[in-house]
Nanobody, 122 residues
Framework: QVQLVESGGGLVQAGDSLRLSCAAS????????MGWFRQAPGKEREFVAA????????RYADSVKGRFTISRDNAKNTVYLQMNSLKPGDAALYYC???????????????WGQGTQVTVSS
């Protein structure tokens, strides 16, 4: 079992930056993929970004390309999501997830954190 704890959410203004963290513990060796997803009120959860622990290769949703950067610190078992030029449309509950490989597909991931709230005022 992998435990995931997100942090770093908060209230920011449009154009500001925020960095989310996801600390992983437990049987992380069996989960090479880490992903960030988000869910806004009344909307379905959507893919944001993903990264491989071993290779560091990344994937992004088109809506965040060029603004968000996912990275990992293997020594700390922590994945980050640097979010720049935030827009009101980025406001959501952000979840990190662990799976066998980095994917845009939610069903691939079998461990999820509780989420951290990001609010963006215009």
């Amino acid at each position: 079992q992998v435990q995931l704890v997100e942090s770093g959410g908060g209230l920011v203004q449009a154009g500001d930056s925020l960095r989310l963290s996801c600390a992983a513990s437990g049987r992380t060796f069996s989960r090479d993929g880490m992903g960030w997803f988000r869910q806004a009120p009344g909307k379905e959860r959507e893919f944001v970004a993903a990264i491989s622990w071993s290779e560091g290769n990344t994937r992004y949703a088109d809506s965040v390309k060029g603004r968000f950067t996912i990275s990992r610190d293997n020594a700390k078992n922590t994945v980050y999501l640097q979010m720049n030029s935030l827009k009101p449309g980025d406001a959501a509950l952000y979840y990190c997830a662990a799976g066998p490989y980095p994917s845009t597909i939610e069903a691939i991931y079998n461990s999820w954190g509780q989420g951290t709230q990001v609010t963006v005022s215009s």
